[in-house]
């Protein structure tokens, strides 16, 4: 049985409307179904406005979707009390693209990491203070720089400070909201190996939400594409790079960068009349789903 099950969700935008304009309605999430099997990293990919992340923030309740169902163990996240979500969160936590917005600049690193755990009253002052320590020490960081500002780390060390505050009450599913896009490459690697490390050792599950393919190749088990509101490609992510089915999906394919830099290389320009917004995700192998 999966962990998460999303089924149906939908999140409409109302933008626009004054004094002779009509309000448009923006189909941010149109219609989306997928699972995350215990354990697993899941992709969710495609370009900004996709909705990916939107998708997310409506799975945890951080935006209220439109209609739709999350269940997680069973149970419809939807339909939760305030407090039910409240105490539902010790269990689905998000860590956010951002490491420079994320995290209040005027709390010192100790306070950000704890403060889950005085939000959910758990811990004497002096275990909350060990188990911040431990989880420095977890995601890489030395507890020695626990009072320094997040503005005193640098941008990976910045992420890991969120991981951290993730982790805190100890978590069994993690939206992961494009968590390296904002780091140079070089940092990159380092982020998501620890990601790897980290899943491994508190047998985490993971929504990992991305632009960049290359990076969901190494990470997730399978990958869902998203473009405008809609999964039109889903699979096992070796059998979406080796044959991909929807024109999105190749397109944002052929923008991978080569291992060979003197390999042709053809880029595909997504002509969005030759996209059937309506078509249905129908089996093209086992497992392996497009809307074509």
């Known amino acids: 049985m999966p962990l998460v099950e999303v089924c149906n969700l939908v999140k409409h935008f109302e933008r626009g409307g004054g004094l002779f304009r009509e309000k448009t ?13 215990e ?3 899941f992709a969710l990919v495609g370009e900004s406005g996709s909705g990916k992340s ?32 409240r105490a539902a969160r010790r269990d689905m936590q998000m860590v956010f693209q951002d490491p420079y917005s ?17 939000i959910h009253d758990i811990g004497s002052k002096a275990e909350r203070r060990d188990r911040v320590a431990d989880l420095f020490r977890l995601v890489g960081l030395d507890p020695a720089h626990l009072e320094r500002y997040p503005h005193e780390f640098s941008g990976g060390q910045r992420q890991r400070i969120g991981l951290a505050r993730a982790l805190a009450l100890n978590p069994s599913f993690i939206i992961a909201d494009e968590p390296v896009s904002a780091l140079d ?3 990159q690697a380092q982020v998501i190996n620890l990601l790897m490390d980290l899943q491994q050792q508190l047998k985490l599950t993971y929504l990992f939400i991305a632009h960049d ?6 990470i997730s088990s ?5 473009y405008l509101g809609k999964i039109v490609e889903m699979g096992p992510t070796a059998d979406i790079f080796a044959n991909p089915q929807h024109a999105y999906t190749r397109a944002l394919l ?35 789903f497009a809307a074509i």
Do not use: K
């Not at 309605?25 to 099997?37: G, M, Q, T």
């Not at 209040?104 to 990491?113: E, F, L, Y």
């Not at 060979?260 to 086992?286: C, G, H, K, M, Y």
């Open 254 to 288: 052929s923008a991978v960068p080569a291992l060979d830099p003197d390999a042709p290389r053809t880029r595909i320009e997504l002509d969005p009349a030759l996209v059937n917004r309506e078509a249905p995700l129908r089996q093209i192998s086992e497992g392996h």
């Open 185 to 187: 490459v070089s940092i």
């Open 213 to 218: 393919l290359r990076l969901v190749r190494h």
């Open 222 to 226: 399978r990958t869902a594409v998203m």
């Open 39 to 41: 354990g697993e990293t």
């Open 54 to 85: 939107t998708t997310g923030r409506c799975m945890l309740r951080l935006i209220e979707p439109t209609s739709g169902e999350v269940t997680f163990r069973g149970e419809n996240v939807l339909g939760f009390s305030s407090a039910r979500m």
């Open 102 to 118: 994320s995290l209040n600049p005027r709390m010192r690193a100790r306070t950000i990491v704890e403060e889950p755990l005085v």
């Open 25 to 37: 309605i923006v189909r941010a999430v149109d219609d989306v179904s997928f699972s995350v099997d």
